[in-house]
């Protein structure tokens, strides 16, 4: 893709001169084999597979080896590496009383970051970043775990009983049926909910650089664990510059909505950067043309409030309000389009998930993303501390002097 002549070792090589790079818009922290992105085509593809042909075939967890292995799993592998994930769902049970121990108003973000750190003490000399048998388990750990975090983190916030994983489900179809399950009430999984909710993830699944992975591997980059790692970055994911904004989504959509102003009043505002609102859900680092998981999440939002029979004034203004701004010359000249995040929560409004969880189902479909970007630093013998450097600009020698 144009970057095979590139000698990479010689981009490491210290040269003594500092750049300032704010946002590192220009400077890569690393070689990767994972994702491609052309941000002025919007092209995306996992370990070479354009996300299109990815999305609609694939399953969450055939995705998930793709971009830590490299190939597409063969069905044993896959159904092997399935079986696994399916026999670590359990969280011990002392885990519960970490979860009754945070305020039902805990926001989910914080209660999975917190959630994730705290699973690696349980597995005390079994996190030794040097031993592979170590990194492959708790990357099994991790994927078969967070699902069940995260429902935990829901029935918690609405005040509903956990339920124990039902491992006879699929991944996902599991992960609905623990968010949605009520005791001792059977549940049953809508195909059209679990095929949506899977296609979310898989175009989440990863986006090379981006501040929670670079987050996972500044952090991984110190000898710190997968648990360390990737708690940090669901930290990192929560802003809504990054995977906050689906959740911020839907706010200002709701906002617009009561308020009674118009559409164009709203743009109009965000144009004359108002009380420095922002068109949420808009605009890329990198997509500078449009970002090619909006356009299947937009058309994946009509296909599925249609099939679960659900309107949505909300979608109805989303529509309106991309319109408004793709017309208009303050979003062309900056080159701003729709990115993942602006109709996502308008399908997980539907399936019945709060707006809190928005983010927490970003960080699900992340997850594999994480630890392949994880795994491949951990393999890399030219993997050095990151460590940026800085311009100083204060005081220079100052004698010692109260005032
Ligand atoms: N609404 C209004 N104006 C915007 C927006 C927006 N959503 N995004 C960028 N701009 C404007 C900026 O104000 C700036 O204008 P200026 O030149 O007049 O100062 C110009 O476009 C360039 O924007 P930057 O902020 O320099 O672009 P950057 O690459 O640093 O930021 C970002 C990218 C953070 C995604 C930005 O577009 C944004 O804040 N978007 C809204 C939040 C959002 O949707 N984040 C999700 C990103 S995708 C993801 O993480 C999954």
């Known amino acids: 893709d144009g970057h095979a002549s590139i000698d990479f070792s010689t981009l490491t090589r210290q040269t003594g001169h500092t750049g300032l790079d704010y946002g590192f818009v220009n400077t890569a922290s690393t070689k990767s084999e994972i994702t491609f992105i052309d941000g002025d085509k919007g092209i995306l593809r996992y370990r070479g597979y354009p996300i299109e042909q990815i999305a609609n075939s694939c399953s969450y967890l055939e995705v998930a080896w793709l971009l ?59 996190t030794d970043v040097n031993n592979p048998e170590h990194v492959e ?98 930290q990192a994911l929560s802003g809504p510059l990054h995977g906050g904004a689906n959740e911020a ?7 617009i909505r009561d308020s009674g102003q118009s559409v164009q009043r709203f743009v109009e505002r965000v144009k004359n950067k108002e009380d420095g609102v922002k068109l949420m859900g808009f605009g890329h ?43 208009d010359d303050y979003f062309q000249e900056r080159r701003l389009y729709p990115n993942v995040d602006f109709y996502t929560g308008v399908i997980y409004k539907a399936m019945g998930f709060p707006t809190r969880m928005f983010t927490v189902l970003f960080a699900i479909g992340r997850l594999p993303g994480w630890l392949a970007q994880w795994r491949e630093l951990n393999l890399d013998p030219q993997t050095k501390i990151g460590r940026p450097q800085q311009l100083y600009t204060g005081s220079r020698e100052r004698e010692f002097r109260r005032n």
């Not at 043309?289 to 309107?311: Q, S």
Request: net charge negative; aromatic share 8%; no cysteine.
């Open 137 to 234: 388990l708790n990357m099994v750990r991790m994927l078969a775990k967070l699902p069940v975090i995260a429902a935990y983190a829901h029935k918690k916030s609405v005040g509903q009983a956990f339920l124990y994983p039902d491992n006879s489900l699929s991944f996902v179809d599991n992960f609905l049926k623990l968010n949605f399950g009520v005791h001792s009430e059977p549940y049953e999984i809508n195909p059209v909910m679990s095929r949506a909710l899977e296609l979310l993830l898989i175009l989440h699944e990863d986006h090379e650089q981006n501040a929670s992975t670079s987050t996972v591997r500044l952090v991984g980059s110190t000898g710190a664990n997968q648990f360390a790692s990737i708690s940090a970055g669901i």
């Open 249 to 255: 989504v839907l706010t200002m959509l709701g906002q």
């Open 285 to 327: 680092r990198v997509y500078k043309n449009y970002d090619p998981r909006a356009k299947l999440v937009k058309a994946a939002a009509d296909e599925v409030l249609t099939e679960l029979g659900v309107t949505d004034p909300l979608l109805d203004l989303a529509k309106e309000l991309e319109e408004i701004a793709l017309a």
């Open 68 to 126: 830590i292995y490299g190939e597409l799993p063969s069905a044993t592998e896959l159904a092997e590496f399935d079986e696994k994930i399916r026999r670590h769902t359990l969280l011990h049970e002392d885990l519960k009383h970490f979860f009754s121990a945070l305020p039902h108003t805990a926001h989910p973000m914080s209660v999975l970051s917190s959630a994730v750190a705290a699973l690696s003490t349980y597995y005390e000399g079994e």
